[in-house]
């Protein structure tokens, strides 16, 4: 129990750090003031280029791993072990860093989906790839592989309910997160990638 408390601290507190911003602001920029205010990769390849948008979707995605595979080495079980993996995304959306005001969470979900179960996480990775490509805006990807996961999760095996439930939550969290871009997606004014 009180392993599983610490870990679950551990991941709120891994999924806060605000790469982004730290980043951002090491170039003398202020991520929340440039393209869509958000303060994850996307946005940041934006202000910065794209080598500085994949060192922080790398960063980001770690955070989210590593609290998982902490979690496994010691064998937590299942529900505590989902939770941390929830627990990572939800320090990057309300990190304490940035009173509570972070990103999207979708760069750490795909870490921790991936240390929590990879098959299934790479082929949501997948669906995001292939819509990215094939609409240049990151948010159709990003809504569209964390809606997968859980989809994939059953399509490639039978889950765990924890695994589920983490996916499901997580798709709801991410979903809420992009309400502003699915009105700009509504609208016709969604911003591409540079």
Request: net charge positive.
């Amino acid at each position: 129990m009180v392993l599983s408390i610490a870990l679950l601290v551990l991941a709120f507190l891994m999924g806060s750090f605000p790469t982004g911003v730290i980043c951002a602001r090491a170039k003398g920029i202020d991520l929340r003031k440039i393209g869509s205010g958000n303060v994850g990769a996307s946005n940041v390849g934006r202000a910065l280029g794209k080598t500085w948008g994949i060192f922080v979707l790398l960063i980001d995605a770690a955070k989210g791993a590593i609290p998982v595979v902490l979690a496994r080495f010691v064998d937590l079980p299942p529900w505590p072990l989902a939770g941390v993996a929830l627990f990572a995304v939800l320090g990057h959306v309300f990190s304490l860093f940035l009173k509570f005001r972070g990103g999207k969470g979708v760069a750490t979900a795909l870490g921790a989906s991936l240390a929590l179960a990879p098959v299934p996480a790479i082929a949501a990775f997948g669906v995001y790839v292939a819509l990215y490509l094939a609409f240049r805006i990151s948010s159709v990807g990003s809504l569209a592989g964390a809606v997968s996961f859980t989809v994939f999760l059953v399509l490639f095996g039978k889950p765990h309910p924890a695994y589920f439930v983490y996916g499901a939550l997580c798709a709801i969290v991410i979903v809420a997160r992009h309400r502003d871009n699915l009105r700009r997606l509504a609208a016709g004014k969604e911003l591409k990638a540079p």
